[in-house]
């Protein structure tokens, strides 16, 4: 690993310590280094915030004269809630920028690198490219297709059964703290009513290392049978019930009292909610990501519609057999299925069980695209 690798990484781990933090903006985070020392270092934290390469310049205060200014993501060039981190670059006499990847977002893709150019600071792009794409996707992909990124989270049996009896946990320990980890990463978490119903579950990131806000929490409830006095609700936190007409306006007007946003969407031709339009809402709504941790329904629905972007498979060395439920409940040859439409991205082991994740193959150009100025390889869809 030479110098600027060992930098960028350094930057990544800053920009990964505001996970959680900085919806709908993307993690950031910069090291300015002099004479091969790190004299300044900052992160995004919150939107509204500093971005991560002023904190670092102001932190070097004037040995960022002449130094090299890291970091993840290209620096903006816009005036939004923050002034354009080109300008405090210039300013501060930075002579050469070292970045991951361009920025996605329309008002800069590229604009800001060729700031600093015109202004006779060297800058170099791609260095650790595939870990900074990798840390901000969901904001990538949102500001490239315009569309949410939805990730299908399951933990299965060997013989791919989603519930075991006699076994609350099908994955390990290890492997529940992986999944607190991807969630720290993602902006909402989805699952069926009929999860809710028999597990109950907490849908919280505490087994991330660092105290973070619980995520948005989706229900799909078409009857809208949600509790009115569910813990969620009583706390004050955001939920978002996705309904049907079949639902009835009084138990709609209850829950919108209790503090619930209910938003009605068509039913499939099964009379669940139609997650073709969920995903239309969602992207609306500008939510970067949701994970989905639904039943087999919801899975085989997002699976059969093409509705989600990454696929995250934990499988637990246990076998099921008939008695467990199955997580692709459709039935028929799934002829609609193109064998190279997923790509392997990463498999790791956690305990006795095992990951893999599995993407798009729209994805696999993102790298391609973050890493080239060219401004007509964005719009991609």
């Known amino acids: 690993m030479n110098a600027d690798e060992r930098y960028m990484k350094q930057a990544l781990e800053l920009a990964a310590s505001a996970s959680g933090l900085t919806f709908p903006n993307p993690l950031v985070g910069a090291l300015v280094v002099s004479a091969g020392e790190v004299v300044g270092e900052g992160f995004h934290s919150a939107p509204g915030r500093d971005h991560a390469e002023v904190e ?67 800058v170099e792009v791609g260095v650790l490219a595939t ?50 980890l991807i969630r720290a990463g993602m902006e909402a978490i989805a699952i069926g009513k009929g999860t809710l119903r028999i597990d109950d579950p907490m849908l919280d990131r505490c087994l991330y290392p660092l105290s973070l806000p619980p995520p948005v929490r989706m229900i799909f409830d078409s009857s809208l049978e949600f509790p009115v006095d569910h813990r969620w609700l009583a706390g004050g936190e955001r939920v978002i019930l996705y309904g049907t007409t079949s639902a009835g306006k009084e138990q709609r007007k209850k829950l919108e009292e209790a503090g619930a946003e209910v938003v009605i969407l068509p039913a499939s031709e099964e009379g669940n909610v139609d997650l073709a339009a969920w995903k239309t809402d969602i992207s609306a709504k500008n939510f970067t990501s949701v994970l989905v941790e639904g039943g087999g329904r919801i899975s085989t629905s997002l699976f059969r519609q093409g509705l989600m972007d990454r696929m995250i498979l934990f499988s637990a060395p246990l076998v099921s057999g ?30 006795n069980d095992l990951m893999a994740v599995y993407d798009r193959s729209y994805l696999e150009r993102y790298r391609e695209m973050m890493t080239t100025e060219e401004s007509d390889l964005f719009g991609f869809d």
């Open 56 to 122: 670092a310049i102001s932190k070097a205060g004037k040995k960022a004269y002449g130094a090299t200014l890291y970091l993840n993501l290209e620096p903006c060039c816009h005036q939004g809630r923050t002034p354009p981190c080109t300008d405090s670059i210039i300013r501060a006499g930075i002579s050469r920028v070292v970045f991951s990847i361009y920025d996605p977002d329309p008002r800069v893709r590229g604009k800001g690198a060729r700031i600093l150019r015109e202004r006779g600071i060297e």
């Open 322 to 351: 008939s008695e467990g439920v199955g997580w692709f409940q459709d039935g028929i040859k799934p002829d609609w299925f193109n064998r190279d439409e997923f790509v392997l991205n990463r498999v790791r082991t956690f305990g």
């Open 131 to 180: 870990e900074a794409l990798e840390l901000n996707l969901p904001f990538v992909h949102k500001n490239i297709t315009g569309r949410s990124f939805v990730a299908l989270k399951l933990a299965l049996t060997w013989d791919g059964r989603m519930t075991c009896e006699g076994e609350t946990w099908l994955s390990g320990e290890e492997s529940r703290k992986q999944v607190h």
